[in-house]
């Protein structure tokens, strides 16, 4: 099985680090790709500038979202994925919000997870185990955007 690719949208270079340790805790393998903002995710699902060498930016099996991000924000983001891409991507939602509002606006932009972050690291692991499901086994399409 080859590694989990999985594009992460955050602006905190503290949670991804903490983010790939926890994947790595969890024996998790996977190739992740960080951009800092919505917009940044858009070129790089479309190929874009810099991200048009799939070899070096791979398509992604899942997408990690930050819901508070500079420029375009995760909530535009799941809009244009979901509403305008043309593409089937599973979205997990990690944010620090823990409000009923964001949760439900996320979940019916089309997140199929929202997750508070972690204040502890083995919880961390827990749900970076869990994201086995989402694995090169459904998700290996090489998906374009026109």
């Known amino acids: 099985m080859r590694p989990l690719r999985i594009l992460h949208i955050e ?3 503290e949670d ?3 983010f790939g340790r926890a994947c790595e805790a969890a024996g998790l ?3 992740f790709q960080s951009v800092e903002d919505g917009q940044e995710a858009v070129s790089y699902l479309k190929g874009d500038g810099e991200f048009r060498d799939r070899k070096q930016h791979p398509f992604p099996d899942l997408i990690i979202l930050d819901l ?7 909530l535009d983001f799941l809009h244009w994925l979901k509403g305008e891409s ?3 991507l599973p979205v997990l939602v990690f944010t620090v919000s823990g409000s009923p509002e964001d949760k439900s606006k996320a979940l019916s932009a089309g997140a199929e997870g929202y997750f508070i972050k972690p204040k502890d690291f083995e919880t961390f692991v827990r749900l970076a185990e ?3 499901k989402f694995g090169a086994d459904g998700h290996d399409k090489n998906n374009d955007v026109t």
Not at 68 to 74: T, V
């Open 68 to 74: 508070n991000l500079p420029g375009m924000g995760g």
């Open 11 to 13: 602006d905190s270079e």
């Open 86 to 88: 043309g593409l089937s």
């Open 130 to 132: 869990s994201f086995r």
């Open 16 to 18: 991804l680090i903490l």
């Open 29 to 31: 393998p996977a190739v």
